[in-house]
């Protein structure tokens, strides 16, 4: 081998990569993606993987309740599993409700607008035992929905957050028939500079009250989210889903 004793040519310092506009422009449109494809199996629901991907929320709800979520999650889920009731804790502005009344399924709402506490076993006295519970809790205090302090997104720390969700589970559990599933749908947040894995953290205590994933956990994605309008000067990886977890008995 004939070794060079010149020196191989210095390559011409890179520039550091810096958000150019070609990037800025295309993290501010839309874009498409190729989603994997999905084996095909029995399901009564093909389209439902474990990524949720459906612009628009549907004639479900209503979009001027924040932190709403529109209603193809809830009415994929309900086509899949297929309660002949269900109930919703956490109503806001009743999307469940709304696709619910669309598939013919009995449904019971409440919310601790209307003075029902879903940590409270009493709020539970007249709920019939279910198949399928969709509960939508707030992401601790990413959004405030009210000054009562019962309601989740008032818990002064991540802890009380988790032991009133941790309730909220026990009493839906305790109305859940023998082959129920309990869907919870939450996403991580930062919240004053600190990551809260919500999702991560309440497998943990969902486990703990004797529940566990029946399926794949979904990542949904959340188009049309207000703060993917916004700008911001500091530098993060932007949070674009949430998740959605959904449990049964042990
Ligand atoms: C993310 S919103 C639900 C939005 C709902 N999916 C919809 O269709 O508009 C969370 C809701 O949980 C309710 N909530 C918070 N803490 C609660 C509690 N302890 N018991 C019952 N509802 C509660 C809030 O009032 C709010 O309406």
Same mark, same amino acid.
């Given at each position: 081998?004939? *070794?060079?004793?010149?020196?191989?040519?210095?390559?011409?310092?890179?520039?550091?990569? +810096?958000?150019?506009?070609?990037?800025?422009?295309?993290?501010?449109?839309?874009?498409?993606?190729?989603?994997?494809?999905?084996?095909?199996?029995?399901?009564?629901?093909?389209?439902?993987?474990?990524? $949720?991907?459906?612009?628009?929320?549907?004639?479900?709800?209503?979009?001027?309740?924040?932190? =709403?979520?529109?209603?193809?999650?809830?009415?994929?889920?309900?086509?899949?599993?297929? @309660?002949?009731?269900?109930?919703? @804790?956490?109503?806001?502005?009743?999307?469940?409700?709304?696709?619910?009344?669309?598939?013919?399924?009995?449904? $019971?709402?409440?919310?601790?607008?209307?003075?029902?506490?879903?940590?409270?076993?009493?709020?539970?006295?007249?709920?019939?035992?279910?198949?399928?519970?969709?509960?939508?809790?707030?992401?601790?205090?990413?959004?405030?929905? =009210?000054?009562?302090?019962?309601?989740?997104?008032?818990?002064?720390?991540?802890?009380?957050?988790?032991?009133?969700?941790? !309730?909220? *589970?026990? =009493?839906?559990?305790?109305? !859940?028939?023998?082959?129920?599933?309990?869907?919870?749908?939450?996403?991580?947040?930062?919240?004053?500079?600190?990551?809260?894995?919500?999702?991560?953290?309440?497998?943990?205590?969902?486990?703990?009250?004797? *529940?566990?994933?029946?399926? +794949?956990?979904?990542?949904?994605?959340?188009?049309?989210? +207000?703060?993917?309008?916004?700008?911001?000067?500091?530098?993060?990886?932007?949070?674009?889903?949430?998740?959605? *977890?959904?449990?049964?008995?042990?």
């Amino acid at each position: 081998m004939i *070794l060079s004793t010149t020196n191989p040519p210095i390559p011409a310092p890179q520039a550091v990569p +810096t958000p150019s506009n070609f990037a800025r422009e295309a993290t501010s449109k839309p874009r498409f993606v190729e989603l994997p494809i999905a084996p095909r199996n029995a399901s009564p629901v093909p389209e439902l993987t474990s990524i $949720h991907s459906v612009k628009g929320r549907g004639p479900y709800g209503d979009n001027r309740y924040r932190g =709403n979520c529109g209603g193809h999650i809830i009415r994929d889920l309900l086509r899949y599993f297929q @309660p002949k009731n269900v109930l919703d @804790p956490m109503m806001g502005s009743g999307t469940c409700r709304d696709v619910c009344r669309e598939l013919r399924i009995p449904c $019971h709402s409440m919310d601790v607008r209307k003075g029902q506490d879903a940590a409270d076993r009493a709020s539970y006295a007249d709920c019939e035992p279910v198949e399928f519970v969709w509960m939508h809790p707030p992401y601790w205090r990413m959004v405030r929905y =009210n000054a009562d302090s019962r309601c989740l997104s008032n818990a002064p720390s991540l802890d009380a957050f988790l032991d009133q969700m941790e !309730l909220v *589970l026990r =009493n839906c559990q305790s109305v !859940l028939k023998p082959r129920g599933k309990i869907a919870v749908l939450i996403g991580g947040y930062s919240d004053r500079g600190r990551y809260q894995p919500l999702p991560h953290l309440l497998v943990a205590r969902a486990i703990q009250v004797g *529940l566990w994933p029946a399926c +794949t956990e979904i990542i949904r994605f959340q188009h049309g989210n +207000t703060s993917s309008r916004k700008t911001y000067r500091s530098s993060f990886i932007p949070g674009l889903h949430d998740v959605c *977890l959904v449990f049964e008995r042990v």
